[in-house]
């Protein structure tokens, strides 16, 4: 089984900056993937950003240059540095990874953390 647990969301101004935080824990062999997507109010989840084992990583077009998607591994945590925000980031982010256990190869969804832009 592997657990994750998220941190960092809140309210914040226009303009502002937030970090968002996801630190896996459990029977852990590889995180392959580690990302982040997000669910706004009457909309469908979406991508946000991903990184990957190999240090690739990939952004939505709605984010790139806003948003810094990292990874300490020796952590087993990603981040994501959320600068400019705009109140159309609001929404629910929720850490997602797919990784290989000693027995199988699992995806998890973290449980959410909301983040609000607003004044």
């Known amino acids: 089984q592997v657990q994750l647990a998220e941190s960092g969301g809140g309210l914040v101004q226009p303009g502002g900056s937030l970090r968002l935080a996801c630190e896996a824990s459990?029977?852990?062999?590889?995180?392959?993937?580690m990302g982040w997507y997000r669910q706004g109010p009457g909309k469908e989840r979406e991508l946000v950003a991903t990184?990957?084992?190999?240090?690739?990583?990939k952004y939505a077009d709605s984010v790139k240059d806003r948003f810094t998607i990292s990874r300490d591994n020796a952590k087993n945590t990603a981040y994501l540095q959320m600068n400019s925000l705009k109140p159309e980031d609001t929404a629910v982010y929720y850490c997602n990874v797919r990784v290989w256990t000693t027995e199988a190869r699992l995806t998890v969804w973290g449980q959410g953390t909301p983040v609000t832009v607003s004044s």
């Open positions: 990184a990957s084992n190999k240090g690739d990583t």
């Open positions: 459990g029977d852990i062999f590889n995180l392959v993937l």
